[in-house]
């Protein structure tokens, strides 16, 4: 599991969580990080990204990983965090069609543990 975020409590949070449930959970600080570490081979089930970040975007890093080597098969699952509510219909159409899931921001616990409760331990 990778969790991206520019908020560093808000990763070392989210990845305390999930470790403590299970889970391993690694953390990004933005998309080049996030993909430095998708590089490397690592396999994870599930993305947990911010939506808004200095430089490049959540939708940019799902738009990275649908056309990469990553996750060719679109096995990965997705889900942007957002506080924002000026998303744009474009911009919802496009998350959909790459299989990605808006969450509202803060996220809290027992709605992060619903959404990863399928994935595997990783």
Not at 46 to 73: K, N, Q, V, W, Y
Not at 112 to 119: F, I, P, T
């Amino acid at each position: 599991m990778l969790v991206v975020d520019d908020e560093i409590e808000i990763v070392e949070e989210l990845c305390e969580l999930l470790t403590a449930f299970g889970h391993r959970a690694h953390g990004a600080h933005c998309v080049p990080q996030a993909l430095e570490f998708l590089g490397r081979g690592t396999f994870v089930a599930t993305i947990i990204s911010d939506f808004r970040m200095p430089g490049p975007s959540g939708l940019d890093l799902l738009r990275s990983c649908r056309a990469s080597e990553f996750d060719s098969h679109r096995t990965c699952r997705f889900y942007l965090m957002t506080g924002q509510t000026d998303l744009t219909d474009a911009a919802l159409q496009e998350l959909a069609q790459g299989g990605a899931c808006v969450i509202g921001k803060p996220v809290g616990p027992k709605t992060l543990l619903s959404l990863v409760a399928g994935d595997p331990g990783e």
